[in-house]
Structures are given as structure tokens and as C-alpha cells.
């Protein structure tokens, strides 16, 4: 009987000590959707290394080429281009001829490469200024091998 009432009150102080999951969630709400508490990944830089320049070199030529099948291919699976949910007939190549960020893109893919939040970012002003306005893109290694992870505008404003 002693064994049961110790386990009951275990369990109980155990649960009353756990932190609760509502708690959780209202910190969330009351937190804007681009706001976090984590600081950014710390990043090596991969700048020097030939792999990463040789992706680059591939990425920019394809994108002054616009050869889609080639940046296909070097595209994440998640490959981000938009904040907001795109239309179902849309893909990324659609946005950039819409837009005419083919040469936004290119200009941008020649600037120097650094790390921030796992990734390797152009252009350097987004790793240096967190309110950084302008485009930005990343790419980031998986599985071995890189990939071309975003291009998008500043976040909106919250």
C-alpha cells in the first residue's frame, strides 16, 4: 500500500513539474511569425571551398542561361521563393519571368558569398544587418552535396 501511494505521489509531482504544453503554445502567439528566441546557426564558411565554388559557378551560368532543366536539378525540394503561399500553377521560374528577376538574380549570384544561419547567403548585408530590406539568396549543403535552398524579397513586414 506504502508503494502505491509513493508511486501516485511521484507521478504526481512529475506532471505538476513538467512544463505545460499551453504555456508553450501562448508564448508562440504572442511572438510575430518571423520573431525567434534561437540565434542564427552558426555557419563554417564554406566560401573557400572548390566544391561550393564550383555549385556556384554551375548556379550562375545556368541562371544567365536560364536553363531551367539544369536549375532544376540544383534546386532544393523545398526551394523557397515566395513568403506567402503560391498559386497552383506557379513555379519559381513562372514568379522570376513575371517579376523580371532573372537579372536581380544573376547580379546578385555574383556577390561574395558568406555563412549565416546555415546556409551560405548572398549578399553579405543579410549575415551583417538583421533588418536587411533587399533580396537574398542561400544555399546550403544535403546529404553531401549542395543545394540551391531561396531566393526571395525581404520577409514582410509584420
Known amino acids: 500500500?506504502?508503494?502505491?501511494?509513493?508511486?501516485?505521489?511521484?507521478?504526481?509531482?512529475?506532471?505538476?513539474?513538467?512544463?505545460?504544453?499551453?504555456?508553450?503554445?501562448?508564448?508562440?502567439?504572442?511572438?510575430?511569425?518571423?520573431?525567434?528566441?534561437?540565434?542564427?546557426?552558426p555557419t563554417k564558411d564554406q566560401s573557400g571551398d572548390m566544391t561550393f565554388q564550383s555549385f556556384v559557378g554551375r548556379l550562375r551560368t545556368a541562371v544567365e542561361r536560364r536553363d531551367l532543366p539544369t536549375l532544376s536539378q540544383m534546386m532544393a525540394k523545398d526551394f523557397g521563393y515566395r513568403w506567402d503561399t503560391a498559386p497552383t500553377d506557379e513555379n519559381p521560374f513562372t514568379y522570376w519571368d513575371?517579376?523580371?528577376?532573372?537579372?536581380?538574380?544573376?547580379?546578385?549570384l555574383r556577390d561574395k558569398w558568406v555563412p549565416y544561419d546555415g546556409f551560405m547567403v548572398v549578399p553579405p548585408q543579410l549575415a551583417l544587418d538583421g533588418n536587411y530590406g533587399g533580396y537574398r539568396a542561400g544555399v546550403k549543403m544535403v546529404n553531401g552535396s549542395w543545394q540551391f535552398a531561396y531566393f526571395v524579397a525581404a520577409p514582410p513586414a509584420q
Open 1 to 41: 500500500m506504502k508503494l502505491r501511494i509513493l508511486t501516485a505521489l511521484l507521478t504526481v509531482i512529475t506532471l505538476v513539474a513538467c512544463p505545460s504544453l499551453e504555456n508553450t503554445s501562448e508564448k508562440k502567439k504572442a511572438k510575430g511569425p518571423y520573431e525567434t528566441d534561437k540565434p542564427p546557426i
Open 98 to 108: 513575371r517579376q523580371n528577376l532573372w537579372g536581380e538574380l544573376a547580379g546578385l
